[in-house]
């Protein structure tokens, strides 16, 4: 009886260098900034609320090209649309606009690196939630930027 072929070995997904996913692997690259977990409504997916700036590091390895970010904001609340940025090593990688709460998924080119290293980036909040002045009777006092789910670089 002629034997099947193997089955091909799994792949890396989608050339992943380096991330983190809330919930998961996030705590020995999250820098000042975060708050505790939390848990997003009926789909259950674990986010961490950023505070006005929140800084996480990560491998950068040669030919890494990117970086994605998985976040939401809360908008209704806020009245207005989110604004923000994301910094590597202190220079912007580009802003942040979300203009519903919908989970979003937002792409930065990273500059090249020829050498292995980790960089320093940090979200940029320019919108901030405070629960305690946007809810009646609500006693939550902290500043709430945006949510992240996870981060990847490719």
């Known amino acids: 009886m002629p034997q099947s072929p193997e089955p091909p070995a799994p792949s890396r997904p ?16 999250l820098g000042d900034g975060w708050h505790e977990r939390e848990v997003h409504g009926l789909v259950g997916l674990p986010f961490r609320p950023t505070k006005r700036t ?19 904001a809360h908008v209704a609340l806020l009245g207005k649309a989110y604004e923000g940025r994301l910094l590597l090593d202190g220079r ?3 802003e942040i606009r979300l203009e519903t709460e919908s989970w979003a ?26 629960p ?3 809810i009646p009777g609500n006693r939550d006092p902290r500043e709430l930027g945006c949510c992240v789910g996870a981060v990847v670089v490719e």
């Open 92 to 94: 912007s990688l580009g």
């Open 54 to 72: 929140a800084a996480f590091r990560l491998p950068l390895a040669p030919g890494a090209s990117r970086l994605k970010l998985l976040l939401f």
């Open 105 to 130: 998924l937002r792409t930065f080119d990273l500059p090249p690196t020829t050498a292995p290293r980790e960089g320093q980036f940090v979200l940029d909040n320019r919108s901030l939630l405070i």
């Open 14 to 29: 989608s050339g992943v260098v380096s991330g983190f996913v809330i919930g998961i692997s996030e705590d020995p690259f």
């Open 132 to 134: 305690a002045l946007a």
